[in-house]
């Protein structure tokens, strides 16, 4: 069976605002007209209808892609029957009509049309109504309607070609959608499973709900980072940044700064790229004594590099001596500049090994963390 596909986007999108029309403005990275027909390729012979100011935009969103696109009409309906007569120099057998605008739609919304094809004339995909609907007059409720057997349109409605393409030929125009058109000439439409995410962009805020289609499922990482530095002759150790006095000081190539090290390569962890020491090797005297800040930094910079925000950091340094507790808001505050992190996403806090193992007899500290990563 051969499948033709319209692609309506000669609209003007005016409600959408941006000044660009809706179909060629960005949304997850590529125009809303991108993403559209990048469902639809290779299903089908593809025409894209749009205004004939638009060429020039449909022409650069479309390189690549095998179709062809022509010039719609004064509305919808005009437009849908020129893709229709493109479509009719080599008929297909069915036919699916999609608005450029729910560039979120998916393969099993699509399928499930086509399917229905087989036994029905027409379908198109439905979500039932489930809210409760009023009647108003801008300002206050004036009455209530039946919500049952009420369903939300979508799109791509389906058909087969050579009925839909009569009943075009024949409707005096005005039609809100393809399925209006097919039921005045008196042909069944069947109700195919709708998909939230398959919405119309029709104002700003559709965009961002978008945008969150299109991208994907949020990717969120755990990492965790674990850290030793015994303790040596010295007057003062570093903690998360902090000089703290002490009687002695931790001993390390780096700075030692244990709670720093266990966040990067909680980070590191996180993004599965090993350990300070992968990035920053003991063995390379241009790291003896640095700042741990520097090792730090750059694991929030890959990161963020890698397409990721930090969601929260939480530290636990596992000590005797120094007590920490006095310190934390000035090592928070520290370290929320280092990452340029809202401090309210950092946790540090402390515990002792009651007197047992390495840290119980005051041999060193240890220091043990946890990352979250989101995809932004």
């Excluded at 990482?221 to 674990?226: A, D, E, I, V, W």
Aim: charged share 20%; with cysteine; hydrophobic share 40%.
């Amino acid at each position: 069976m051969q499948t033709g596909i319209i692609i309506v986007a000669a609209g003007r999108g005016t409600r959408a605002g941006g000044g660009l029309a809706k179909q060629w403005r960005r949304v997850a990275g590529k125009p809303v007209a991108r993403w559209t027909l990048e469902a639809f390729a290779g299903r089908g012979s593809l025409v894209m209808v749009v205004h004939p100011d638009d060429m020039s935009q449909a022409q650069a969103v479309a390189a690549g892609l095998d179709l062809r696109i022509v010039t719609g009409g004064a509305d919808r309906s005009a437009s849908v029957r020129a893709g229709l007569e493109a479509l009719a120099q080599d008929s297909p057998d069915h036919v699916l009509i999609h608005d450029v605008a729910r560039p979120c739609v998916s393969p099993t919304v699509i399928d499930a049309v086509l399917d229905a094809l087989d036994h029905h004339p027409g379908a198109a995909p439905a979500l039932p109504v489930t809210d409760a609907l009023w009647t108003g007059d801008g300002t206050r409720v004036t009455g209530a309607r039946d919500r049952e057997g009420l369903y939300r349109a979508q799109t791509p409605q389906g058909f087969r070609f050579a009925e839909i393409l009569a009943a075009h030929r024949a409707h005096p125009g005005g039609a809100a959608d393809d399925v209006a058109v097919a039921r005045a000439a008196g042909l069944d439409v069947a109700i195919t499973q709708g998909d939230e995410a398959n919405l119309k962009i029709t104002t700003p805020g559709d965009f961002s709900r978008a945008d969150s289609y299109l991208r994907g499922q949020m990717d969120i990482r755990l990492g965790n980072g674990f850290d030793v530095h015994a303790f040596e002759e010295g007057d003062h150790v570093i903690l998360c940044g902090v000089r703290i006095p002490h009687s002695h000081k931790l001993k390390g190539h780096s700075d030692a700064d244990v709670g720093m090290h266990a966040v990067t390569d909680a980070i590191y962890g996180a993004l599965a790229e090993g350990d300070i020491g992968r990035h920053f090797p003991p063995s390379d005297p241009q790291w003896k004594g640095a700042a741990s800040e520097i090792f730090l930094r750059h694991a929030v910079e890959l990161a963020r590099d890698r397409g990721f925000a930090i969601g929260n950091i939480d530290v636990t340094l596992i000590c005797e001596r120094p007590k920490v507790g006095p310190h934390v808001h000035e090592m928070t505050g520290k370290m929320a500049e280092i990452m340029t992190l809202d401090a309210g996403r950092i946790s540090i806090k402390a515990t002792t090994s009651e007197r047992l193992g390495f840290t119980g007899r005051e041999e060193g500290i240890a220091a043990l963390a946890t990352a979250t990563l989101v995809s932004a």
